[in-house]
């Protein structure tokens, strides 16, 4: 049995399994994410398991998002079913996630039903993971990317397509600056103090977290100005760019309360922009 140690925004992921690393295929994604931290703020135990045939969901449909994956409830037990699909395949990765109500215990129960299989953990299942885990830790995972500028960490948020990675690559070359992903950025507040943290999932991803002097919510605009915003504006924005446990009531109240303390302890500003060089003095001038 391997026993493999995943961190992700120093949560550890205690992740028991019959294969290997290379034989999960995650070497490639989680590689530098694999090791346990000095001070970890949650440790979750997660176990693998095969199935010859595509493990089934257990209880009543509570959630379905109309994507790759449906959530299920049975007595206290959560149950994510996961799904994707390809063009050459009608269903190339399937998936069950078992979950305790603490998402502390977890099972993964897979199928590899092809030569390049590689284990959800990689993206639907482990994504699914962290973003229910990190509410018990005071965080949240916003849709976001996110940078370090000299020891100042920032977070510009928004939906797909808003620039969230054209805003990475405007600040390539700057001295001091360390992109930490492109997609996915947790934020966590403790002792009154706000970290930003990279995550594994999607092009750009960094094993890399700083201290985090702002939200930058994006807006696309003919001309290039940054506004602060108060905390029940960056509320209503920020809201519906993170990614929240709209299964369980419970959850949604931690995550409104995580949500409440971030903005108690980060500026939020918004900046409009064409996407120009001169964003990143406009941006340094709020730090």
Not at 17 to 31: D, F, K, Q, Y
Not at 97 to 121: F, G, H, M, V, Y
Request: net charge neutral; proline share 6%; charged share 20%.
């Amino acid at each position: 049995m391997h026993r493999i140690p995943i961190t992700i925004a120093d949560i550890l992921i205690e992740l028991t399994s019959p294969l290997s690393p290379a034989e999960l295929g995650i070497e490639e994604r989680l590689g530098a994410f694999i090791g346990t931290p000095e001070y970890p703020q949650a440790r979750l135990a997660l176990r693998w398991e095969e199935s010859e045939t595509p493990p089934a969901p257990r209880g009543e449909l509570i959630y379905d998002p109309g994507s790759i994956w449906k959530m299920y409830r049975d007595g206290s037990d959560y149950y994510a079913s996961l799904t994707y699909h390809s063009e050459e395949h009608a269903a190339q990765n399937q998936s069950l996630l078992r979950a305790n109500p603490a998402w502390d215990d977890l099972i993964l129960t897979e199928q590899r039903n092809k030569k390049k299989w590689q284990s959800l953990l990689n993206i639907g299942a482990g994504e699914l993971i962290l973003r229910t885990a990190v509410l018990f830790t005071g965080g949240l995972v916003f849709h976001a990317s996110s940078l370090d500028d000299n020891g100042k960490g920032i977070v510009f948020v928004g939906h797909s397509g808003i620039g969230k990675s054209t805003q990475l690559n405007l600040w390539s070359g700057i001295l001091g600056a360390i992109p930490m992903d492109d997609d996915r950025a947790v934020v966590r507040v403790k002792g009154g103090k706000a970290t930003c943290y990279g995550t594994p999932w999607k092009d750009i991803s960094s094993n890399h977290a700083a201290p985090l002097a702002a939200l930058i919510v994006l807006e696309q605009a003919p001309e290039n100005e940054i506004t602060r915003l108060s905390p029940a504006e960056a509320a209503s924005m920020l809201a519906p760019r993170s990614f929240l446990p709209y299964w369980d009531k419970s959850l949604m109240a931690r995550a409104m309360a995580n949500l409440n303390t971030i903005l108690g302890s980060v500026p939020v500003y918004r900046l409009r922009n064409r996407a120009e060089k001169s964003n990143i003095s406009l941006v340094r001038s709020v730090l």
